[in-house]
């Protein structure tokens, strides 16, 4: 919390009860959240997942500086309008960047296409964008209980529509219908091409009203 807070310079908003044993301790960092999610028992060896980096846009930042949270996860803080102009971005390897940037995050989900020729780089808004690097394939990547970047979290508004399509090419996991968390949220889980986890969701103080 400590790191988080002072040495990246996010506003803790609130905290968020998600089950016995554990919370979620949720940041503002420019209009998107990042969480963090605090287990009381110990978690277990995993292998990382293809999200590798988070970059900041701070105020008086003149040179990127990179930094490693207590538990080893790497952020990046950057003059602001550094990485295509969004105050936050995601550093993410694959095997086959172009594949999981067309497939997955263009053709399904409509990201739109900011990076400069030569990157590959989507913007999920005005506010967050995600771009891909060439790395070796991975083990499959552990769900949510274990250390370090584990998912991202996209908010969609007509998120029934966009997770059944999904399903119908095998793409999605679960159903949305009836997934509603504790009357605050729709969602659903998805995976990209490379076993990365992405939950969609509906969230009522973002999107509007879930009726």
Known sequence: MRFWQQDASLRFDHVLPIRRGQKQYRHDAHGSVMKLNHHAEPLPAAAPSGYRELMIAREGVEEPRSMVDPDGNRVRLVPPGLEWHHPTSHKDGSPEPQRTLQVS????????????????????????????RKTAPRPSIRF????????????????????????????????????????????????????NWIELSRRASIVGSLA
Not at 107 to 131: C, K, N, Q, W, Y
Not at 167 to 176: L, N
């Open 144 to 195: 949510g209980q274990a250390l370090g970047w584990r998912y991202i979290t996209l908010q969609i508004a007509d998120i029934d529509t966009v997770h059944n399509d999904l399903r119908k090419q095998g793409r999605a996991r679960g159903s949305c219908a009836g997934n509603t968390w504790k009357r605050g949220a729709d969602i659903g889980w998805i995976l990209d091409p490379d076993g």
């Open 105 to 132: 995050y263009g053709d399904i989900l409509r990201l739109r296409r900011t990076a400069p020729v030569g990157r590959s780089g989507l913007s999920a808004s005005e506010r967050a964008s995600f771009f891909w």
